[in-house]
């Protein structure tokens, strides 16, 4: 839009120019000649021929007519249709003579030009300086873009040197076609070519140059159909392009063009390019207009019937293209009436197409206008820049759509995260609760296993003590040696609710700090020799109360039984867990008799809480002492419990 708002002012730049030129009224400017009258004759011939290469006095009658420029006669459409759908393979032409006498020509070194904003014609042009031919225009039928391309011929001098005094054009032209010629100007290459090539880039360059953009979004938006098979509004866009892009073929193309397909294609598909529009805006307002859809459907192929090279029903030339422009121009006016109606406070994206409809519409009957002779020749062409509203306006649907896809997603990731939030504080809460609920739990299990290693340890011993001395069969050293052990196991139930994070090394030294000052007194050595040991995973309170009585059990043998002087602790890696091995000096004892002996249930208690915590003890004794081995695994399968 803004490069059509660019072209916009430096169009009416150039057409102020062209208007202080034309109200010199001939007079000579700085450096060009703005050439303004001219004699004029008509000659009627059998066909078109080749022009002459110079004329002569029996070339043209003496029947001249002054006129002044632009010339433009009235057309009469009817009569143009009928008269190209009866004529037959040699058509009757018509020749029109414009005669220009240069009074004064501008002096200047480099060579001269002679510009014309616009020639129309159905036919063939020449151009002759002093009665020699210096430009041709020729091409074997009657189609030529001419309306669309200024007229730019470079003028040599003659062989004495002087520029040249007379300009005469040969326009060629069917019987029921008038020609229209804008003013010339006559200067120096540098003084006159701005005009030429502001004209032809804001005709011709421009317009293809958003025709090519056009096209190149167009397959984009095919591309991203070909993924979305389910918005039929990027295919529509495709075919949009495609049309807009053929539609302004015959804007662009610079050489004379004769064939009949090419004209059709570029004829038909403005009827295309309406009916694509229509079906683009019904899909934005989502509202249907069956009988207006068919009208339109039925308009386009009637046209493409009727103008269908393979025959003559309405041949695609200059003089019917006008009667079928007005056709598309009331299907142009009826899709943008409709338009504005249906989208009217239901779709803003419906109602700038629509708008924008109105705006090419009005664009091409302004070149309608000015192709029939109805307003000056040397007005511009704004049909080449409907491709340029076209692109603006759907470029500003897509924009509208693609923004409008990044606030619904933005509003939607808003949404989630603002569920994931409450969900998160849902979760925290739930995770707190749970927290509580599992140290509750964890609370009512540790007291419920020291309650019962109470009841079965400490309690069943103190009974059994009591009872003793109730009795009077304990004397007070074994009443001592009783407390001591309960002492002892009540020491055990308290350190194993020390926390150990899995290191059975820290266990083991919690068991040291107990046994040192015992062993004081008792004139036995303990020697220390343990290793670094993996880590425990599974070691959990109740784990280090089986492992610390399966160890005291191990050492209260050896200062009952067996006289050791020296208790040796150390650790080793085996296999797939991990030992500890206490080792004594002492007499040694009978395994298999103590085992199995009713007084050695302390070896049974052993061998239960070890299988407890799915780990092995065995024993080794002889005369030079005794060896106890704990194995431990590094990964348990069960759950350990008192």
């Known amino acids: 839009m803004l490069a059509l708002l660019a072209a ?3 169009l009416t730049g150039l057409v102020a120019c062209d208007s202080a030129g034309t109200r010199a009224g001939g007079s000579p400017s700085a450096a060009a000649l703005h050439l303004t009258q001219a004699d004029w004759q008509v000659r009627t011939d059998a066909g078109f021929t080749s022009p002459p290469l110079t004329l002569d006095g029996q070339t043209l009658l003496d029947r001249w007519q002054p006129v002044t420029l632009p010339h433009a006669l009235p057309i009469a459409l009817l009569g143009q249709a009928r008269a190209a759908a009866s004529a037959g393979a040699a058509p009757v032409t018509r020749t029109s003579w414009f ?3 240069v009074p004064q020509a501008p002096a200047s070194s480099t060579p001269l030009a002679l ?7 159905d036919g063939t042009l020449a151009v002759y300086a002093d009665g020699h031919l210096v430009h041709t225009a020729q091409q074997q039928g009657p189609l030529w873009n001419s309306p669309h391309t200024p007229l730019w011929v470079l003028l040599e001098k003659s062989p004495d040197g002087r520029p040249p005094h007379e300009i005469t054009l040969r326009i060629e032209h069917t019987a029921a076609t008038q020609v229209a010629l804008s003013s010339l100007w006559l200067g120096p290459v540098d003084a006159i070519s701005w005009r030429y090539r502001g004209r032809q880039w804001l005709q011709q360059e421009l317009p293809g140059m958003f025709s090519s953009a056009f096209l190149a979004v167009g397959i984009f938006a095919l591309l991203v159909w070909l993924r979305r098979r389910h918005e039929p509004g990027y295919l529509l866009f495709f075919v949009l392009a495609v049309m807009s892009f053929v539609r302004g073929l015959h804007f662009y193309v610079s050489f004379p063009i004769a064939n009949d397909w090419f004209a059709w294609f570029t004829v038909n598909s403005l009827f295309w390019l309406v009916t694509v529009v229509h079906f683009s805006i019904g899909l934005l307002h989502r509202r249907q207009q069956l009988w207006l859809t068919r009208a339109l459907i039925t308009a386009s192929v009637l046209m493409a019937l009727l103008t269908l090279p393979l025959w003559s029903a309405l041949p695609n030339t200059p003089r019917t293209t006008p009667v079928l422009y007005v056709v598309a121009a009331l299907m142009g006016v009826s899709v943008s009436v409709a338009g504005v109606i249906n989208a009217w406070g239901r779709s803003r994206s419906a109602m700038v197409v629509a708008i924008g409809t109105v705006l090419a ?9 000015v192709q029939n002779n109805f307003i000056s020749p040397e007005s511009w062409y704004m049909g080449p820049h409907t491709n340029a509203i076209t692109f603006s306006v759907f470029g500003y649907v897509m924009y509208r759509r693609y923004t409008g896809a990044i606030a619904e997603v933005e509003q939607v990731n808003a949404s989630l995260a603002e569920r994931l939030r409450a969900r998160e504080a849902e979760l925290e809460a739930s995770h707190r609760s749970l927290r509580e609920i599992a140290q509750q739990q964890m609370l009512s299990d540790e007291r419920q296993r020291m309650m019962q290693d109470m009841h079965d340890g400490l309690g069943s011993t103190l009974i059994s003590a009591i009872r003793s001395i109730e009795g009077g069969g304990m004397s007070d050293e074994r009443v001592t040696q009783t407390l001591k052990d309960c002492m002892d196991d009540l020491k055990l139930a308290i350190d194993s609710m020390e926390p150990v994070e899995a290191d059975l090394l820290l266990l083991l030294a919690t068991l040291r700090f107990r046994l ?7 004139g036995v050595t303990l020697l220390w020799e343990v290793q670094v040991l993996p880590t425990l995973d599974w070691l959990n309170p109740s784990s280090a109360l089986h492992i610390l009585r399966i160890i005291q059990e191990s050492v209260a043998n050896i200062l009952r039984h067996t006289h050791a002087t020296e208790i040796r602790f150390s650790t080793a890696i085996e296999g ?8 004594d000096n002492g007499q040694g004892f009978d ?9 050695g249930k302390g070896l049974q208690n052993q061998r239960r809480r070890a299988q407890t915590i799915d780990g092995t003890v065995n024993w080794q004794s002889g005369p030079a002492g005794t060896r106890f081995t704990l194995w431990l695994p590094l990964a348990p399968t069960v759950t350990h419990s008192v």
């Open 361 to 369: 519409t009005l664009f091409s009957a302004t070149d309608w206008l």
């Open 99 to 101: 005669r220009l006498t």
């Open 591 to 599: 395994i298999d008799k103590a085992s199995g002996d009713a007084a």
């Open 516 to 522: 040192e000052p015992r062993l004081e007194g008792t």
């Open 576 to 583: 797939a867990g991990v030992q500890v091995i206490i080792e």
């Open 115 to 121: 510009y014309a904003a616009r020639v129309r014609t």
């Open 8 to 10: 916009a002012a430096v």
